[in-house]
């Protein structure tokens, strides 16, 4: 390895995926040299700069020239639960336009899913059934309430506005976002629900947001309102979110993420007529988009230049 030449070890996708990898990062930095998480004959020593998907304990301790961790996805909870990963080093979430615009893609696609009653649609289809209805709304009659304004949480609010919704948000901190009102905290949680007719959470996973929607914030919300889960399945108290759907007070869900994954065969979810599920891929971007991500990630490290998109041990994100 020549002195300009950085050793990348990734663990992302299975070992079939690593030879993917390389030939990503060979594009986007030739400089990389990327490994396998089980390449036996790596030095640890060696290693500056991890890529991981759930990296087993066991393995930091050794690296003693790592400079970085980067999380192979937005979240770090598969990360930050692994008893020795290295709290003093950067990590770092997976960002970037890619994974935006395809976050943004798929909250569209699920609030219009619910605005158009899809699911109603894709039950009689199954059963040739003529299920001829009006569609009680429009866009611009539907308040959209997205939980967390970060990345992702204000692409997906810049899509919905293109077309016509009313966008509301709720974050810790107030956002000065173009035509999203925006609301703050705990004390302004339940005037936030009550205004929201599709809820959307894309909250990261912290001990503050488990078990955030539960019954009690889902009766806050307006009767007939949806729900859209995408940010991790420990927000949503999966019971709860079947009784409100049972009783009447939801209309409908869409769902990517859930407490378990993947979801159990016996989970009510897969088969109830209101939910639509899909296999945790609201987004992922490319392995090309990745790469160049973390890439130029690398090279702002080794120049000593800020780090974007860093975990924050005091919030918890
Ligand atoms: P960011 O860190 O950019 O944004 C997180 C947002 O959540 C911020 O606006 C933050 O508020 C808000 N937030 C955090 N904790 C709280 C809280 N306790 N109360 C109120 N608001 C809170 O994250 P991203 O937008 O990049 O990603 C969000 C999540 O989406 C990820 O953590 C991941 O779990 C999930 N995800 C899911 C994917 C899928 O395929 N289903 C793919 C990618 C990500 P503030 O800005 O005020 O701090």
Redesign the pocket.
């Known amino acids: 390895r020549s002195r300009a030449q950085v050793l990348l070890l990734v663990k992302s996708g299975g070992e079939k995926a690593v030879a993917e990898w390389q030939a990503c990062f060979r594009k986007a930095d030739p400089r990389i040299e990327v490994r396998s998480w089980a390449d036996p004959s790596v030095d640890p020593a060696d290693v500056r700069y991890v890529m991981v998907w759930e990296p087993e304990a066991g393995r930091f301790p050794a690296m003693s020239g790592l400079r970085a961790v980067f999380s192979s996805?937005?979240?770090?909870?598969h990360i930050t639960c692994v008893p020795d990963w290295p709290r003093h080093l950067p990590l770092i979430?997976?960002?970037g336009e890619e994974?935006?615009q395809?976050?943004g893609e798929?909250i569209a696609w699920a609030c219009l899913t619910l605005l158009r009653e899809t699911r109603v649609f894709a039950l009689a289809q199954a059963e040739r059934c003529w299920a001829n209805r009006e569609s009680p709304f429009s866009a611009r009659q539907r308040t959209i309430g997205i939980?967390?304004?970060?990345?992702?949480?204000?692409?997906a609010a810049r899509m919905l506005q293109g077309l016509n919704f009313t966008v509301r948000?709720?974050?810790?901190?107030?956002?000065d976002i173009p035509g999203v009102r925006s609301f703050?905290?705990?004390e302004e949680?339940p005037e936030f629900l009550a205004g929201t007719d599709i809820l959307v959470s894309?909250?990261?996973?912290?001990p503050?947001?488990t078990g955030?929607i539960d019954a009690a914030l889902l009766a806050r919300l307006p009767a007939g309102a949806g729900l859209v889960s995408?940010?991790?399945g420990q927000h949503v108290v999966e019971p709860d979110l079947i009784a409100a759907l049972d009783s009447g007070h939801l209309s409908g869900a869409v769902m990517?993420?859930f407490a378990t994954e993947p979801l159990p065969p016996e989970s009510p979810l897969w088969t109830h007529p209101k939910v639509t599920v899909t296999p945790?891929?609201?987004?992922?971007a490319t392995r090309q988009d990745r790469a160049a991500y973390v890439a130029q990630a690398i090279a702002a490290q080794e120049a000593g230049l800020p780090l974007p998109?860093v975990y924050d041990p005091e919030?918890?994100?």
């Open positions: 996805a937005a979240g770090v909870d979430r997976m960002g994974t935006a395809r976050m798929y939980m967390g304004l970060g990345n992702l949480g204000q692409a948000g709720w974050s810790r901190g107030r956002k703050a905290g705990a949680l894309l909250l990261p996973s912290t503050e947001t955030l995408a940010g991790r990517d993420v945790h891929v609201a987004s992922q998109n919030r918890g994100y």
